[in-house]
């Protein structure tokens, strides 16, 4: 079959591998459409950070050139005899993280946070190839929801999201600002709005900005514009009770600060390298909340990811319009994505195109 293979920093290889064979608890799909995010940009052309390519990964075990793709919808085509369900032909989109099942975490519903957590398409083969290997447990069905193979392939990046939106616990009635409207942030913006009608979005390019409002943002502001979003905050009378930071910028957790007010939950969905000031005495007195999270709890948030995708009307081609071939992923996937000009919000991948078509809702 054919697969991008990472080698090292600036170096992904489409090269003819051998299709992967399934163990027990496994499926093996036939990819239909991959989505590439930041942190697959990142690795390319900063890393190998992440990829187990010098070193045996602790968990995985993988080492050496890697198949990247940890956001993956594909098509049942065979499964281990120990797995139940998943017929096959049937759509279904993995999570990605895998999770040992029987550490403290994982018996507390947080397999996100399991000690021996391993992601595939991070620490071992993942989905930027024609066939993929991944454990059922990954695995959630989608054929029932009457989406696209492509907006099945959004379904990891919006359980991301949906798991940043449950450790926010934004109720009805209370306000979200979101600080950045990229892979992440849209799809927060939509989980958001379903709960709140005071989802307030900023980010410096318009265009990500009229995607939020398409996707239910109640106001959206561009940073570095005419209107800052603390007037608009007081325009619309609103005192924050959750500010989810996606930009992952110094900027951006300076803002969530600055715009936080008494008792505001400032989610950290955006990872924050570097030291910062914090003000301890802040937090205590008004009563803030700094929040982590992390991935995303496959049983929980895989399932409730579909059903809002599923959800909107027209499905999601202004989000994610184009599926790359293999041979595109570099030139006009990774490397735009890590510089920063790419315009498209979703970038996905389909192994088996020539040339890139558009997607279909
Ligand atoms: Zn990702
Ligand atoms: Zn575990």
Not at 309 to 319: C, E, F, K, Q
Request: net charge negative; proline share 5%.
């Amino acid at each position: 079959m054919r697969a991008a293979r990472f080698y090292g920093r600036r170096d992904i290889r489409i090269e003819e591998v051998p299709e992967p064979s399934i163990g027990p608890g496994d499926l093996l799909l036939k990819i239909s459409a991959v989505g590439i995010c930041g942190t697959d940009a990142h690795e390319f052309a900063a890393g190998p950070q992440m990829f187990p390519i010098d070193h045996p990964h602790p968990v995985s075990g993988h080492v050496g050139p890697m198949i990247p793709g940890h956001e993956l919808a594909g098509v049942v085509v065979d499964k281990a005899p120990d797995v139940a369900g998943f017929e096959a032909g049937s759509l279904v989109v993995s999570g990605a993280g895998i999770s040992c099942g029987t550490c403290h975490w994982c018996l507390r519903a947080s397999t996100n946070l399991c000690e021996r957590y391993s992601t595939l398409g991070l620490h071992q083969d993942g989905g930027l190839a024609e066939y993929a290997a991944v454990p059922a447990s990954t695995c959630v069905d989608a054929s029932g929801w009457g989406i696209s193979a492509d907006t099945a392939a959004l379904a990891q990046p919006m359980s991301i999201a949906v798991h940043a939106l449950r450790r926010g616990r934004l109720q009805r009635a209370e306000s979200a600002v979101i600080l950045g409207a990229g892979g992440i942030g849209v799809f927060l913006t939509y989980a958001a709005a379903a709960w709140s009608d005071q989802v307030f979005v900023a980010d410096l390019d318009r265009r990500r900005l009229q995607v939020a409002e398409s996707l239910g943002a109640t106001k959206t502001v561009e940073v570095g514009g005419e209107t800052s979003i603390e007037t608009v905050l007081d325009d619309n009378r609103t005192i924050p009770s959750v500010i989810y930071e996606v930009s992952g910028s110094a900027a951006g957790f300076e803002q969530a600060l600055r715009l936080a007010q008494r008792g505001t939950r400032i989610v950290l969905v955006g990872l924050q390298h570097g030291h910062k000031q914090v003000d301890p005495v802040d937090i205590s007195l008004r009563e803030l909340e700094l929040v982590g999270t992390s991935a995303h709890v496959c049983s929980l948030d895989l399932p409730e990811a579909l059903r809002l995708l599923a959800s909107r009307d027209g499905g999601w081609t202004d989000v994610a319009p184009q599926a790359l071939s293999l041979n595109e992923l570099v030139s006009d996937g990774l490397e735009p994505l890590a510089e920063n000009r790419t315009t498209r919000i979703k970038t996905l991948v389909d192994p088996w195109v020539d040339t890139a078509r558009a997607t279909s809702a």
